[in-house]
């Protein structure tokens, strides 16, 4: 393979849309750090690790999340787990849904501060690392699940809107044990606009 041909396979570590420290007093600096840099940018190396030479290389990365198993699985599905939280994230989020997704939130589960409570129940009440997603289903109808380690709705063909991550490295360095403080803080981040325009898509 040529040097130019190894390139293109790679896959490629997403830049932050805002600064380290834009999501601050909710998630520190240092937070934000650790977490791209150190953890996500880690999968992303080890994806490419493992894919170089097998026909996931040069796949777009939603399809070796969908087909692929075992660590190489495992990596994928955090590459694009984190690449998709951090682009939910805003320095100025649009707090609340609105127009259709505002519609399905109240059909499916009858108010936005209920979906809130059932968010952070579903990702306090997670035993161990993983992740707490909403995503809809080929009718359009919304489900908030909790799923391990790297799970992903995309799996079972469902269309992922948002995660909150709850593996520990998320939150210790600001929250230490106390998961429940970190995720009613992440939320108050989350861009509800960017969420609405993957429920309109
Ligand atoms: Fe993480």
Redesign the pocket.
């Known amino acids: 393979m040529t040097n130019d041909a190894m390139k293109s396979s790679r896959f490629e570590i997403e830049e932050l849309l805002y600064g380290y420290d834009a999501l601050m007093p909710q998630i520190s600096e240092e937070t934000m750090r650790y977490?791209h840099d150190r953890?996500?940018a880690t999968y992303v190396a080890k994806l490419n690790e493992l894919s170089l030479d097998t026909p996931f290389a040069g796949q777009p990365l939603e399809d070796v999340v969908r087909s692929a198993d075992g660590p190489l699985f495992n990596n994928a599905a955090?590459a694009w787990?984190?690449a998709f939280?951090f682009r939910s994230l805003s320095p100025a989020p649009q707090t609340a849904p609105d127009g259709a997704l505002l519609a399905a939130v109240e059909r499916d589960f009858g108010s936005f501060e209920a979906l809130r409570t059932r968010m952070i129940d579903t990702a306090v009440g997670l035993f161990g690392s993983g992740w707490c997603w909403l995503s809809k289903d080929s009718s359009g109808r919304l489900r908030v699940e909790a799923r391990a380690n790297a799970g992903n709705p995309l799996c079972d063909g469902l269309v992922p809107l948002l995660c909150i991550?709850v593996?520990e490295?998320?939150y210790y360095i600001d929250y230490r044990n106390r998961r429940a403080d970190a995720v009613k803080a992440l939320w108050e981040r989350i861009d509800w606009r960017t969420v609405g325009e993957r429920y309109g898509r």
């Open positions: 977490h953890h996500y955090q787990n984190h939280l991550d593996w490295h998320a």
